[in-house]
């Protein structure tokens, strides 16, 4: 209850703030028993109606006043912001082309000219002459599409082509200044224009631009084309409430080709809905939701769009139209034969049987270092190929396969689970004992976080296996022929890990001694020694050491919980045998 009763006082302060200030702290405005309604939007207009019928419904032409207030419309509008980020959404593939309208588009406007634009009510021409008659200024082609220049009087220009507008204006100079005179015209600035988007766009209404400006500046300014619901195969272009252009975004965004167009003020640009869609995933440079003109289309088609990668061989395609799913699969070279219908899934996988093995080769070895082996090719035909170095010790031969390191991995980082679960559930009686259990939870987790740092070398042991050489090997195995060594290695909790010279006299406990002797943390019941070929004698001191054999002492586990010092203790026997390393607690 007195948890409940700050957050109600909370609420009713934030309900009695205006609505600007409960939103600028939630983010949303707070409401008591009231809605909520967002302003309408402006719609798009209505071609061929009435000003009057407008002027009634609250819609006025743009460029109007109100006859009430006489005060300009506010025509202006910003690009909606992005949208919250939707989990649901989020997790489906995405609809190609969605990529498009991010913003770039609508923050940068075109103000350049093709050689075909026509002039228009509105342009601004800069116009020079010099000679016998000097002039230089910018004139703005009038509503009756005429430029005024002083001492000529009126040049027709509206619908000129602009590679065409230096020349006509030239010629009518001519006319009345024969010689002595020379004349240079360009285009300065296109025409203000406002622009209707509508159809299935995120945010539909007025947008101003300039009669240059693409169609996908004023998309963008729409916030894009909804990719649920919008097509991206045939944006209609209205002028007059006639269709004056359609436009394939997919040619864009595929080939870069878009055709230039002039736009003018009152324009419609509509985004109709979605057509037919067909989901591509797998072996793919575009995973997307692709859009198309029928029902049924070419695989070959659709391919062309998605762009399969280099290792793609088969299409799986899931129908689902009609009361049943079904499955089919088909080689891509099949792919102008297959139909692709409206709703199919298609995946595009890389189906490719082993033909050959690389197996890399370290060590005394005298021959190639990569062998390529057939696939099913075994350890015998890879040792038909070695030619071991005179100092080589054939039968300590190493084999290291990465799915047993991923293995012994896994297997470490189940123990390690289990620890961390001992650790952070461990029950105290007293005060005292519970501040033990920290500090020991705390020492075992950093404990963890060391051992998953650790990396198993994955090794296959060969010693006295009989049939070691009918092992199979993998793709990517890796085989080392040790040097003759004649030195022993002791490491671990002693003083002093260092490398010693065999003595086939001396025993463990001598080499202990020489490499100054066990740590206090050393556990002398646990001592282990790894031999070359990877075998591991648990029972160290009843077994005679050999020349190159590793001695391994480990750390001693001390805990009061007997779960704990178990789960510790074979974590640390992994790590020795997988990595050869002495981790203490």
Same mark, same amino acid.
Request: aromatic share 6%.
């Given at each position: 209850m007195t948890a409940i009763l700050p957050a109600l006082a909370l609420t009713g302060l934030l309900l009695a703030l205006p609505a600007t200030a409960q939103t600028a702290l939630t983010g949303t405005p707070q409401t008591s028993g009231s809605t909520t309604t967002a302003p309408a939007a402006t719609p798009g207009p209505l071609q061929g109606l009435d000003p009057a019928v407008l002027e009634a419904a609250g819609l006025r032409p743009a460029g109007t006043t109100s006859r009430a207030t006489n005060v300009a419309p506010v025509v202006q509008q910003q690009a909606p912001g992005p949208l919250p980020a939707d989990?649901?959404?989020?997790?489906?593939?995405?609809?190609?082309?969605?990529?498009?309208?991010?913003g770039r588009f609508a923050s940068e406007a075109f103000s350049g000219f093709n050689p075909d634009y026509q002039l228009a009510v509105g342009d601004r021409v800069?116009?020079?002459?010099?000679?016998?008659?000097?002039?230089?200024?910018?004139?703005?082609?009038?509503?009756?599409?005429?430029?005024f220049v002083p001492s000529l009087?009126?040049?027709?220009?509206?619908?000129?082509?602009?590679?065409?507008?230096?020349?006509?204006?030239?010629?009518?100079?001519?006319?009345?200044?024969?010689?002595?005179?020379?004349?240079y015209a360009t285009l300065e600035a296109a025409q203000p224009v406002k622009i209707y988007v509508t159809g299935f766009v995120k945010a539909p209404g007025l947008y101003p631009g300039l009669s240059s400006d693409s169609v996908l500046y004023y998309l963008d300014r729409a916030g894009g084309i909804d990719p649920d619901r919008g097509s991206y195969l045939g944006v209609d272009l209205l002028r007059g409430g006639k269709s004056k252009a359609r436009i394939n975004l997919y040619d864009f965004l595929l080939n870069g080709q878009?055709?230039?167009?002039?736009?003018?003020?009152?324009?419609?640009?509509?985004?109709p809905p979605r057509r037919h869609t067909v989901q591509v995933i797998g072996e793919v440079l575009n995973p997307y939701i692709f859009e198309l003109d029928s029902a049924r289309t070419g695989a070959d088609m659709l391919l062309a769009m998605a762009r399969p990668r280099p290792a793609a061989t088969h299409l799986s395609i899931t129908r689902r139209t009609g009361p049943q799913r079904r499955s089919e699969y088909h080689p891509i070279a099949d792919a102008a034969k297959i139909q692709i219908e409206d709703g199919d899934e298609v995946t595009v996988t890389a189906d490719k049987y082993p033909g050959t093995i690389l197996v890399r080769v370290e060590g005394a070895n005298l021959s190639e270092r990569t062998l390529v082996l057939p696939y099913g090719a075994r350890l015998k035909d890879a040792l038909d190929r070695l030619r071991p170095a005179p100092q080589a010790n054939v039968n300590g031969l190493q084999l290291f396969r990465?799915?047993? /390191?991923?293995?012994?991995? $896994?297997?470490?980082? %189940?123990?390690?689970?289990?620890l961390e679960t001992y650790a952070l559930t461990a029950r105290s009686a007293t005060s005292e004992e519970s501040a033990l259990r920290q500090r020991e939870g705390q020492q075992i987790?950093?404990?963890?976080?060391?051992?998953?740092?650790?990396?198993?070398?994955?090794?296959?042991?060969?010693?006295?296996?009989?049939?070691a050489g009918d092992t199979l090997l993998e793709d990517g195995d890796t085989l080392r022929i040790p040097e003759a060594s004649n030195l022993v290695m002791v490491s671990g909790e002693v003083l002093f890990p260092n490398a010693l010279v065999f003595d086939p006299q001396a025993d463990?406990? /001598?080499?202990?001694?020489? $490499?100054?002797?066990? %740590?206090?943390?050393?556990?002398?019941?646990?001592?282990?020694?790894?031999?070359?070929?990877g075998s591991v004698v648990a029972d160290a001191r009843s077994t005679k050491l050999q020349a190159g054999d590793e001695i391994l002492v480990l750390p001693r586990i001390q805990s009061k919980n007997v779960e704990i010092a178990r789960g510790i203790t074979q974590i640390v026997y992994q790590i020795a045998v997988a990595a050869r390393i002495a981790l203490g607690l």
């Open positions: 989990p649901a959404r989020a997790a489906r593939p995405l609809v190609f082309g969605s990529q498009m309208f991010s800069h116009l020079r002459m010099w000679g016998a008659f000097n002039h230089e200024g910018t004139q703005v082609v009038d509503a009756q599409g005429n430029l009087g009126p040049v027709r220009v509206l619908g000129v082509r602009n590679g065409e507008l230096n020349e006509r204006v030239e010629a009518q100079v001519k006319r009345t200044f024969r010689a002595n005179v020379g004349v878009i055709t230039p167009m002039q736009l003018q003020d009152g324009d419609t640009i509509v985004v990465q799915s047993v /390191a991923e293995r012994q991995k $896994a297997l470490m980082e %189940t123990a390690l689970r289990n987790l950093e404990f963890v976080q060391r051992a998953r740092l650790i990396q198993p070398r994955g090794q296959v042991i060969l010693a006295q296996a009989g049939g463990l406990e /001598a080499y202990v001694r020489q $490499a100054g002797g066990y %740590t206090q943390g050393a556990d002398e019941a646990k001592v282990v020694v790894l031999r070359q070929d």
